[in-house]
């Protein structure tokens, strides 16, 4: 595959992703002029990640389909715009269209086109609806997971925005956006972020510091994986000289390793994970962090391991993985399910035929000890 066959695709993709970054923490931060002061009032939080989610939607689907109006864009993404059309609350909508319309006014901001004139509420929900594919072997299928980590979102925790191209089955490229990824590792953990976010010092617009905030991105088969700084206030930004690249961390012995995990209790056994980390002599606590920003710091070098062994029966949906999964592999980690498979991203909107669970690993040493954690541990644990 060349280098630079996805060379536009990826462009565009970064440039979305620091749009819908943008615009998630303009709606977090209720800046947007048009959320109502009842949603803000209320404090419903429920509505303002609703109102990121469909809004995010809206943005990429229609930069999408503008930036490649020469092909057929399709679209896995996880929002459906039937709940939105046949919501009881108008206001939603409104502040919707509002938030898509402010975002989308700041395309060029970010070397990309806006449309001509504010959109209608038909065309934004037409935008969220054309997001029905559901993916497969065949073709070119995007991913979008607009606000993965909801829970993080409302907590002003952990959240990102994931955006992938599938082409014939494969992950080939991901991009990775982290609004809130801290300054210091150490505030990843869900359980500092009450302190440490609302004292992090806000930095002055005229800084050069890094503020919290990246945006991960790396293409397949390039063996380099990409970081830069989100973009802040009305800095004009220029894109050539802002990305660093990341790699994964070299410590491969269990005793000096950093394991993240979700959250939730319903999103994985954390009771399993501590029998397996036991079993594999992980000494540390483990980081829980909400959402794909799990990825996005074993990318950074920031934790060596990250595992999430959910409940039998649910299903794996690929937009919660394809982006982190490319990312970790092309800054040289390794992703596989538990019976140590690479995940296969061919078979729809689910991750099917998955081994239990998935593991990801900075290496492959930690990658080796890991798996054979996870039999020894499955056995004596019979879940």
């Known amino acids: 595959m060349g280098e630079n066959n996805y060379a536009k695709e990826l462009d565009v993709a970064v440039r979305v992703v620091h749009m819908a970054c943008s615009l998630c923490q303009r709606v977090q931060e209720g800046l947007v002029s048009s959320i109502s002061n009842d949603l803000v009032k209320s404090k419903d939080d429920d509505s303002l990640v609703t109102v990121a989610d469909w809004s995010v939607q809206a943005t990429v689907s229609l930069m999408l389909s503008e930036s490649f109006s020469n092909q057929k864009v399709s679209i896995v993404a996880e929002e459906d715009a039937q709940t939105l059309s046949k919501s009881d609350s108008v206001g939603l909508l409104t502040a ?3 938030t898509v319309n402010e975002c989308l006014a700041e395309a060029p901001k970010y070397g990309l086109q806006s449309p001509k004139e504010a959109l209608g509420t038909s065309q934004i929900l ?3 609806s054309r997001c029905n594919s559901t993916g497969g072997r065949n073709g070119r299928h995007w991913v979008l997971d607009p606000v993965d980590g909801t829970l993080g979102f409302v907590r002003g925790d952990q959240y990102a925005v994931a955006l992938a191209l599938i082409e014939e089955g494969k992950v080939v490229i ?3 956006g982290c609004p809130n990824y801290p300054r210091k590792k150490e505030w990843l953990n869900h359980h500092h972020h009450h302190q440490s976010y609302q004292s992090m010092p806000k930095m002055s617009d005229t800084s050069d ?3 919290k905030g990246c945006v991960l991105y790396a293409q397949r088969g390039s063996g380099e994986a990409w970081m830069q ?24 012995d269990p005793a000096l390793a950093t394991f993240c995990e979700p959250v939730e209790k319903a999103n994985t056994n954390h009771s399993f994970t501590a029998g397996v980390a036991h079993s594999m002599g992980l000494k540390k606590q483990p980081l829980r962090v909400h959402s794909m920003v799990k990825y996005a710091a074993i990318a950074r070098g920031d934790a060596e391991i990250f595992m999430k062994f959910a409940q039998s029966g649910y299903k794996e949906k690929i937009w919660d993985h394809a982006a982190g999964v490319i990312i970790v592999e092309e800054a040289g980690g390794v992703v596989t ?12 909107l689910y991750l099917e035929g998955l ?18 954690a996870v ?4 056995e004596s644990s019979n879940l």
């Open 96 to 98: 919707v269209v509002n």
């Open 126 to 128: 037409e935008a969220i």
């Open 174 to 176: 991901g991009v990775l």
């Open 209 to 211: 510091t890094w503020e």
């Open 229 to 252: 700084p989100l973009i802040h206030g009305n800095k004009k930004h220029t894109w050539s000289n802002s990305a660093q690249r990341v790699q994964v961390s070299a410590i491969d």
């Open 337 to 348: 399910d538990a019976g140590g498979h690479p995940l296969d991203f061919s078979r729809g």
């Open 355 to 372: 081994d239990r669970g998935i593991v990801a690993c900075s290496g492959t040493t930690l990658h080796e000890k890991l798996i054979g």
């Open 375 to 378: 039999y020894a541990s499955w």
